[in-house]
């Protein structure tokens, strides 16, 4: 029988299929290649292509918008929001409104295209986390923002447009409605118990152990007891943290290191699959807290959402999260730079929801 479970942060449920539970060889996935056809505007020498850069890593001296980086921030191209001008926040009756004012910038996080961060050296994930950091702290001057959204889209499938490693960031004059839903629970909690939830949880599964992937110094990496995705992953900061952007240099030399590690061994499993990663972190302007534990979110990209999922909110994942852990936690995480695979399975199998997986 298939269960449903809720999320204690999000409240959110979902159903977990425990009798038709997927391996991971049952997920067809067109494995994330760089090919490097044709021209990519994140590489070496094509720096005039992009808009002028905010800021480089590495270069040590070099002009402006030269070759020599180690990691390049630039305004995206075509951003969703714009940079200039005021909010002017409005009602029209029911409605609201306001101008799409805010700053959309990509993170290039390697000029190597052929990289990922499962392939990188660790040393180059830490300078682009502290890249993440600094766009943040600086952004966080610009009084129009409420909130700073860190999000990575790898592979085609799961958003990607360029296939050269980067991340993306969105500067929001409003707080998005998942992160205020998760920061608000956390805050009821906490005054009902004054303990931080996020805290409480990685006890809880520190000690049960079944969705356990690994502990490095100040980070741990777990599935979540009700994922939305197989083989969703989080990695949390093991001691109370409320704004990822306070951390200190040990501590992203620490979470370079997790991130990697889970980030290879989804390679492993999955056999390189697309997947999307958030970076959730208090608000601005309620950085310091004992309620909302900072966080980063993984998804691989396996599953389809459909009518089921807009309209219920529920997500069905096919695969129980203590399966993925299970086979999280066991793979090898250097198997993946061996390359091995395995074959392929036909795309009639992507797991959506058919009438006989609820009634089955
Ligand atoms: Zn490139
Ligand atoms: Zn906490
Ligand atoms: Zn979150």
């Known amino acids: 029988m298939s269960e449903l479970r809720k999320d204690p942060i999000t409240g959110r449920w979902v159903i977990i299929s425990t009798d038709r539970a997927k391996r991971p060889t049952d997920f067809v996935r067109e494995s994330v290649q760089m090919k490097r056809n044709g021209f990519c505007p994140f590489c070496y020498g094509n720096e005039g292509k992009t808009p002028p850069e905010i800021s480089a890593y590495g270069r040590n001296g070099g002009p402006r918008d030269s070759s020599g980086w180690t990691v390049r921030v630039v305004p995206n191209k075509f951003p969703a929001l714009g940079i200039e001008g005021d909010l002017d926040r409005e009602g029209e009756g029911l409605f609201d409104r306001m101008n799409g004012v805010g700053a959309h910038e990509v993170i290039v996080e390697t000029p190597d295209h052929q990289s990922t961060l499962a392939t990188m050296p660790e040393r180059a994930i830490e300078e682009v986390l502290w890249a993440y950091r600094d766009r943040i702290l600086d952004l966080k001057n610009d009084k129009r923002f409420r909130y700073i959204l860190i999000f990575k889209n790898h592979g085609e499938a799961a ?104 980030l290879k061994r989804l390679d492993t499993v999955l056999e390189r699959p697309a997947y999307n990663l958030m970076l959730h972190t208090s608000p601005i302007g309620e950085e310091s807290n004992e309620h909302y534990h900072w966080h980063i979110e993984i998804m691989p990209k396996l599953t389809k959402v459909a009518g089921f999922e807009w309209g219920s909110g529920f997500y069905i994942c096919p695969t129980p999260p203590e399966e993925s852990a299970r086979f999280l936690r066991e793979a090898e995480a250097d198997a993946a730079e061996s390359g091995q695979g395995s074959e392929r399975v036909d795309l009639t199998r992507i797991p959506t929801l058919e009438p006989a997986f609820l009634t089955g």
Request: aromatic share 10%; with cysteine; glycine share 2%.
């Open 159 to 262: 958003g990607a447009s360029l296939e050269h490693t980067h991340s993306q960031l969105i500067a929001l004059p409003i707080v998005p409605k998942q992160v205020r839903e998760e920061v608000d629970s956390s805050r009821r909690y906490y005054l009902e118990k004054e303990r931080c939830m996020f805290c409480d949880l990685i006890r809880q599964e520190l000690e049960s152990g079944t969705r356990f992937i690994m502990e490095n110094d100040y980070f741990i990496a777990l599935v979540p007891y009700a994922p939305r995705f197989p083989f969703e992953m989080w990695l949390l900061p093991r001691e109370h943290s409320s704004a990822f952007e306070n951390s200190q240099r040990p501590v992203l030399a620490s979470l370079a290191h997790i991130l990697r590690e889970n």
